[in-house]
C-alpha cells in the first residue's frame, strides 16, 4: 500500500527512545534484497498501482520524459495530465494523496509531464523554453498527448489536461492550438492575455521569463502564445473542435489577475461550442472570492475546489462508462 504516484517524500518517524538515540536500522536480508523500515501512512488504496517513466519526441527531437501512473495493465480510462512548464520549476514524482483518493481510486491514470522550462534537468532545459523559445515547452505537452495516444494507453477524448498559474497558461494553448488532443480542461489562476500580463499586479516581474508586450520584437512571438487573442471569434478560419474548459480564480488574487480568466471565458462563450460529453460543452468560470494565488483560505475551500475541478474532469472524461 506504500505505493503511490511516485515515491513518498521522506518518512513517519517515531519519536526518538529514552537517552535520544534512534533504533539501528536492520541489514538488508541475507539474499541481498532491500527490507522495508518504513514508509508514510497510506493516504488511499494504492494496491495495484505502478508508475512508470515513458518518453515522448517532441517536434524538434528532443525527448521529453513523462510519468504515468496508473492500476497495472489498464488502458483508455480517464486520464489526467499535470504540466507546468516554466520559471526552472520541476515537476517530480510525489506522493500526492488528493490524485490517489479523487483519481486513481476511481480507476484512472495520471501523468506528469517533465515539459521544456521546468528545471528537472537544470538551466540549459528551463532556458530553452524562455521567451521566444516558449513553444518548444507547448510542442512537448502535444507531444506526450500524442506519444500516450499513439501506444494506445489513452484516446484523446478520455485525455484532460489540468495546470495552475504559468500551467494555466499552458492550459490556454492547448485549448487554442490542440483542442483535438484533450476531452477537457481546467485551468486554474490562469495567465491568458499575454498583451497586458505585465501591466496587471506580479506581471512586470515575469518579463524575463516570457518578454516584454511593448517591445515589437517580443510581442511577435508573444502574440503565439497568448490564449485570449489566439481564440479571437473575428479570425476567418473557423474553430476545430473545443472541449470543454473549466477556469478557476480568486477575486483576491495578487499575482494573476483575475480578469485573465474573467475575459477569456467571456470571449470563449460567444464561440459556437459543439455540444460536448453528458452535454458538458462551453467554457465555464469559477471566482472564490478568496484565497489569494491559492484560490483558497482554508483546507475545507481546497478541498471544495479540487473537488469541483476533478468531478469536472471525471464527468467530461468518462462518458459512455
Not at 93 to 121: C, T
Not at 192 to 212: F, K, N, Q, T, V
Not at 299 to 314: C, G, N, P, Q
Amino acid at each position: 500500500d506504500g505505493v503511490g504516484v511516485g515515491p513518498a517524500g521522506g518518512c513517519l518517524l517515531p519519536p526518538p527512545p529514552a537517552g535520544g538515540r534512534l533504533p539501528t536500522a536492520q541489514p538488508a536480508s541475507s539474499s541481498g534484497e532491500a527490507s522495508l523500515l518504513r514508509q508514510l501512512v497510506s493516504l488511499y488504496n494504492a494496491t495495484g498501482v505502478e508508475t512508470v517513466q515513458l518518453e515522448a519526441i517532441s517536434k524538434d527531437g528532443t525527448r521529453v520524459p513523462y510519468f504515468l501512473t496508473r492500476r497495472q495493465g489498464v488502458t483508455n480510462v480517464p486520464t489526467l495530465m499535470y504540466a507546468y512548464g516554466g520559471f526552472g520549476i520541476p515537476v517530480l514524482p510525489a506522493y500526492l494523496a488528493n490524485v490517489g483518493v479523487a483519481w486513481l481510486e476511481r480507476g484512472g491514470a495520471y501523468v506528469e509531464a517533465n515539459i521544456r522550462g521546468g528545471g528537472e534537468f537544470g538551466p540549459a532545459w528551463s532556458n530553452t523554453a524562455r521567451k521566444a523559445g516558449r513553444l518548444k515547452a507547448y510542442e512537448d505537452l502535444e507531444a506526450v498527448a500524442d506519444d500516450l495516444s499513439h501506444q494506445g494507453l489513452v484516446a484523446p477524448d478520455r485525455l484532460g489536461l489540468f495546470g495552475r498559474s504559468n500551467g494555466g497558461l499552458l492550459v490556454g494553448n492547448m485549448l487554442a492550438r490542440s483542442p483535438h488532443r484533450f476531452g477537457a480542461l481546467v485551468g486554474e489562476v490562469p495567465l491568458l492575455d499575454m498583451r497586458i500580463y505585465h501591466r496587471l499586479l506580479a506581471g512586470a516581474s515575469w518579463i524575463a521569463e516570457y518578454g516584454d508586450p511593448d517591445d515589437p520584437p517580443d510581442w511577435e512571438h508573444l502574440r503565439q502564445m497568448s490564449p485570449y487573442h489566439m481564440m479571437d471569434p473575428s479570425r476567418s478560419e473557423p474553430f476545430l473542435r473545443k472541449p470543454p474548459v473549466l477556469f478557476t480564480t480568486s477575486t483576491r488574487d495578487d499575482r494573476v489577475h483575475p480578469g485573465h480568466a474573467r475575459k477569456m471565458v467571456c470571449r470563449l462563450q460567444t464561440i459556437p461550442w459543439s455540444p460536448g460529453p453528458q452535454d458538458i460543452g462551453g467554457a465555464y468560470l469559477y471566482e472564490s472570492p478568496e484565497g489569494g494565488h491559492s484560490g483558497a483560505t482554508s483546507i475545507a475551500a481546497r478541498a471544495f475546489l479540487r473537488t469541483l475541478e476533478y468531478e469536472f474532469l471525471w464527468k467530461c472524461l468518462s462518458a459512455g462508462e
